[in-house]
């Protein structure tokens, strides 16, 4: 018999043995292929010294691209979210990293991708977005048999900016109303509406006439994928009769247009509300002197107006539709002055029901 390669001997035409003699232990067998025998043998060689093997070979022939756009595909339009992730899935179709073969790619890969992105002085979510996204799509990736560590794992995402602080008062509020009515006609009605209800924008544009009662409105689709009924106050009900009064009664019962259509087809976008806002915004900043404001920044300004409202913060959060408090304190922008106002009044509220309490002195005593 000739040997073939260590442990291979062909013995024939299409007569392959394999002979295999490790730690006292003896193993053989005969293949019509060389591909196979080299198989056997490494599979056994694996299993006679106590170490599994793993035939990666469909690892290194498979590029980042292929699963990225496998998840782009099967996974990502069943989300909430899709567009927002397509975007970032195609952001990685675009790096050179795509082209890799998947088992190529490691820890050091990713941290030079994040590095690179943080030289550029890009901000920390929108670094880390992407990474996150890439992590969930080698999980997957596992899911489907591919067998891959994920090298996403154990990488430091940025630091998290810190939270974002809007504050408006009311006579501010006022002006940027204003500005809005310089814009489509329905654009001062759904800024009142996010003052008002501290509703998302995806939410508002959601708003269909059958879901909306004497004194709540339910939204059956949310950005957390769970339905909520938002108590309309008397402020947000007086919004909901002026939008009555004075937008046209739409036959497919949208409040503002389908959600989920172009505009050309009588939709709703997102791109509508954030074109628009952001020149009532500008056109505020430029006549009015007011800082300019993304459209999510109104919903600070409503749930720190909406919290002396409510009970606490619990109470809170079930119309704001918040899965943690924590992410609802990062909405709740009180200045010092209605911190330090609101502890007054409860001061002087313990001293009126006569608790024990020490004495007032003429700074505590409240003005006439």
């Excluded at 404001?293 to 720190?304: A, E, G, K, P």
């Excluded at 919290?307 to 619990?314: F, M, N, Q």
């Amino acid at each position: 018999m000739k040997c073939v390669e260590k442990g291979i001997y062909k013995r024939g035409p299409y007569q392959f043995q394999v002979k295999i003699r490790r730690n006292g232990a003896s193993v053989s067998g005969t293949f019509e292929s060389l591909n196979a025998a080299r198989r056997f043998r490494d599979v056994q060689t694996g299993k006679v010294v106590g170490d599994e093997y793993v035939d990666t070979r469909k690892e290194r022939r498979t590029t980042l691209s292929v699963i990225l756009e496998r998840y782009l595909k099967e996974v990502t339009p069943r989300k909430k979210g899709a567009r927002q992730e397509a975007n970032r899935i195609k952001t990685w179709l675009k790096s050179d990293l795509a082209s890799y073969s998947i088992s190529g790619i490691d820890h050091k890969d990713i941290a030079d991708w994040i590095a690179a992105r943080e030289a550029e002085g890009k901000a920390s979510t929108t670094v880390s977005n992407p990474v996150n996204i890439l992590s969930a799509v080698f999980k997957k990736a596992k899911e489907w048999g591919y067998k891959i560590d994920n090298p996403c794992t154990g990488v430091s995402r940025p630091t998290a900016s810190p939270p974002r602080v809007a504050v408006m008062n009311e006579s501010e509020q006022a002006l940027l109303l204003k500005a809005c009515d310089h814009g489509p006609a329905w654009l001062t009605f759904v800024v009142r509406l996010a003052l008002t209800t501290g509703m998302r924008q995806g939410e508002i544009r959601r708003l269909h006439w059958d879901h909306i009662f004497e004194d709540y409105a339910h939204l059956p689709a949310t950005k957390n994928g769970t339905t909520r009924d938002v108590p309309l106050t008397y402020a947000a009900a007086s919004v909901i009769d002026d939008i009555r009064q004075a937008l046209p009664r739409r036959l497919d019962g949208w409040v503002f247009g389908h959600p989920d259509r172009p505009a050309k087809e009588g939709g709703f976008t997102e791109w509508q509300v954030q074109q628009a806002f952001r020149r009532a915004s500008e056109y505020a900043a430029e006549n009015y002197g007011l800082k300019r404001c993304t459209f999510h920044d109104i919903r600070h300004v409503s749930l720190t107006a909406l919290a002396e409202i409510h009970t606490d913060v619990i109470d809170l959060q079930k119309t704001s539709g918040h899965k943690t408090l924590s992410v609802l304190s990062r909405y709740l922008n009180e200045t010092p002055q209605d911190r330090s106002r609101k502890l007054r009044e409860r001061e002087i509220a313990k001293m009126s029901r006569g608790a024990a309490y020490a004495a007032p002195t003429a700074r505590m005593t409240p003005p006439v």
